[in-house]
C-alpha cells in the first residue's frame, strides 16, 4: 500500500478475490502427500526427485516477485490478473500433455510464475486490509477448503485418470475462478518519489529469513509425510484419508485465527501456535501407529494454519510502503520449493528422524525471529 495510506476496509468482494486465487495457486502443496506417493508410482521419481519438482512446482512462486517488483508500479492490477490467470489455465493444460520430465518441469516453472503474480496481488491485498489478521485467515481458510477437497478426491481420481487429474483440477479451478481476475484494485506499490526517504534493510531481511525458516520447516516436513507414514507400515489408504481429515483440522485453525484477529494480543497467538507445530514435528519420529500419526498430522495442520495469518500481519503491519509483502511473496514460494528438495535429501540418506529434527530446526529459528519483529526489536525505519 501508498507509504501513510490509510488500511483499505474489508469488504466481501474482496476477501472473494483474495480467498479463490490464494487456494488454486498453491495447491501443490496442500495436495504434496497424494502428489509425492503418484509421482513416485507413476513417474517412478525418488525422493530427491521429488523434491526437484517441488522446486520447479512452487518455486516460480517466488520467482514471480522479481518482475513484480517493476510491473506492480507500472500496471493496474485489473491488468495484471488476468493475464496471469491465462497463462495458468493454459499451462496447467499442457502440463498433462507433457511428454518427457524435463518439459513437464518446464511448464510446471511457467505456470507457477503465473499463479505467483496472482498470488503477490492478493496478499497485498490482503496486507492493506484494515484487519489484517482476519483476512489473512480467510486467505489461509479458502486454501485449506480446495487442499481438503484435493486430497480427498484426487486419490481416486489418479486410479482412474493418473497424475493428470492433478492439471486437470488446477486449470478447471482456475477457469471458475477466471472472472474475478477483472476485479482487482489498483497497484498496492507506489513509486518512490524522486529524494523520497528508503526502507532500512534490517526489517526486510529478518522478516524474508523468519518465513523462508518456517516455509521450509513446514514444506519439507508435510511433502513426505505420508512417506513418512509408509516407512512406519502404515497402510496408503488410511493414511490418505488421515491427511485428509487433518486438512479439516487446517480449516478449524484459519477459521479460529479469523475470529481471534483483533481479540487477542498477536505474540501470544504466535505463541501458541508455533509451541503446538514443534510438538507436532517431535511426535514423528520413532515408531507410529495410525493414531498417534493422525494426532501428528492433526496437530500439524492445525497449527499451521493458526500461526501463518499472524505471521504474515505482524510483517504487514509493518510494511508501510508495500514493498515487503513482494520479498515476503518469494521466499513462501522458495521456501515451499526448497523445503522438498533439502528435506527429501536428508530422508534418502540420513532417514526420517534426521530430517524432523531438521524442520523443528526450522520452525523454532522461525519463531525467534518473528519473536524480535513482533516485540519491535527490528523495526522499519526510514533511511535517507
Sequence with gaps: M????????????????IVAFSAIVPLALLVAPVLTTQLIAERGLTPADV??????E??????????????????????????????????????????????????????????????????????????RD??????????????????????RLFAYVGLNAFYFLMAAAMAAAFPLAFRFDAPTIAPRPAGGTRRGALLPVVAMIAVLAFYVGLGGCWAFMSVIAGRAGLKPLPVADTIALASLLGIAGA????????????GYALAIGYALLLGAVLMLPGRLDLTAFAGAAY???????FTLPFILA???SRDTGGGIMAWVNMVIGFGTSIGPVITGRILSHAGATAMLVFCAAMIAASVALLGLIEAGVVTGKETR
Design 2 to 17: 501508498k507509504a501513510g495510506a490509510a488500511p483499505a476496509p474489508e469488504t466481501w468482494d474482496k476477501v472473494a478475490r
Design 51 to 56: 523434491g526437484d519438482y517441488f522446486l520447479f
Design 58 to 131: 512452487l518455486g516460480g512462486i517466488s520467482l514471480a516477485s522479481l518482475p513484480a517488483l517493476w510491473w506492480m508500479r507500472r500496471f493496474t492490477s485489473r491488468q495484471i490478473a488476468p493475464v496471469a490467470a491465462g497463462v495458468f489455465i493454459v499451462g496447467n493444460l499442457l502440463s498433462a500433455i507433457a511428454p518427457g520430465i524435463a518439459l513437464l518441469f518446464a511448464m510446471r516453472l511457467v505456470t507457477a510464475m503465473a499463479g505467483g503474480a496472482l498470488m503477490l496481488l492478493c496478499l497485498n491485498a490482503a496486507g492493506a486490509s484494515a484487519n
Design 134 to 155: 482476519r483476512l489473512f485467515g480467510w486467505w489461509i481458510a479458502g486454501q485449506l477448503v480446495l487442499g481438503a477437497i484435493g486430497l480427498t478426491l484426487l486419490p
Design 255 to 266: 477459521l479460529l485465527a479469523t475470529f481471534l484477529g483483533g481479540r487477542i494480543r498477536r
Design 299 to 305: 496437530a500439524f495442520k492445525f497449527s499451521w494454519t
Design 314 to 316: 505482524a510483517i504487514a
